[in-house]
């Protein structure tokens, strides 16, 4: 994939010309669109299609790593690790782009823009969320008590007894609630003797007084 852009057979044929000024290596990254929208993944998979099978076409294998060890530094920002595996491996840039280069033996090497930088369309697949799923319906067990609550919601004040289990949670206390009253997500604060209770604090927990 990608090596119909090399045709040149080395050392027999040199194409670099004479006149020809090797350049430091340039941190601009090519801008492309690939012609259907790609994922992380499909790129990574046609570079590595790309690495593995151009030195069995033309070139130098160890050019070939040399350009792409460079490349992988260029596009993480690290020119200065790019420049020094380009002079170490006697590549010279023309115009100071990664994508048409030269060995010392003057073979030619032209790398396509995808291994060199990202398409604009690439699709990030969002990566699956560590949090742990909180259960929103409320635990159900039996009820040992009933709970004496005085119910504000805006201006009107009620008073009703709730049938709870003394091992159930606040929140979930909270949350039959507000199924009994559609409150849909309104925030609900339940205080006992001036005190907001904590929705992980079980009933039994927070020494509230059984209705009669």
């Known amino acids: 994939m990608g090596n119909c852009l090399?045709?040149?057979?080395?050392?027999?044929?040199?194409?670099?010309?004479?006149?020809?000024?090797?350049?430091?290596?340039?941190?601009?990254?090519?801008?492309?669109?690939?012609?259907?929208?790609?994922?992380?993944?499909?790129?990574?998979?046609?570079?590595?299609?790309?690495?593995?099978?151009?030195?069995?076409?033309?070139?130098?294998?160890?050019?070939?790593?040399?350009?792409?060890?460079?490349?992988?530094?260029?596009?993480t920002g690290n020119r200065d690790l790019a420049q020094a595996i380009l002079d170490g491996a006697s590549i010279t840039l023309p115009s100071g782009f990664l994508s048409d280069c030269y060995d010392e033996l003057?073979?030619?090497?032209?790398?396509?823009?995808?291994?060199?930088?990202?398409?604009?369309?690439?699709?990030?697949?969002?990566?699956?969320?560590?949090?742990?799923?909180?259960?929103?319906?409320?635990?159900?067990?039996?009820?040992?008590?009933?709970?004496?609550?005085?119910?504000?919601?805006?201006?009107?004040v009620t008073d009703e007894k709730l049938p709870v289990n003394s091992l159930e949670r606040i929140a979930d206390v909270k949350e039959r609630l507000r199924q009994n009253h559609t409150l849909g997500k309104s925030r609900i604060r339940m205080i006992c003797c001036g005190k907001i209770l904590n929705d992980k604090t079980a009933i039994k927990d927070a020494k509230i007084l059984r209705a009669s």
């Open 106 to 156: 003057g073979c030619r090497y032209v790398l396509p823009p995808y291994v060199l930088s990202r398409p604009t369309n690439i699709v990030i697949k969002p990566e699956p969320s560590s949090d742990p799923v909180v259960p929103t319906s409320p635990v159900t067990m039996a009820p040992d008590m009933y709970l004496k609550i005085r119910l504000s919601i805006g201006e009107a």
């Open 6 to 75: 090399l045709r040149n057979r080395c050392p027999s044929s040199r194409n670099q010309p004479e006149e020809a000024k090797n350049q430091p290596v340039k941190s601009e990254l090519p801008v492309w669109s690939a012609e259907r929208s790609i994922t992380t993944e499909q790129l990574m998979r046609k570079r590595a299609e790309f690495w593995d099978t151009s030195p069995a076409y033309e070139g130098r294998k160890e050019i070939w790593d040399a350009l792409k060890a460079a490349a992988e530094a260029l596009e």
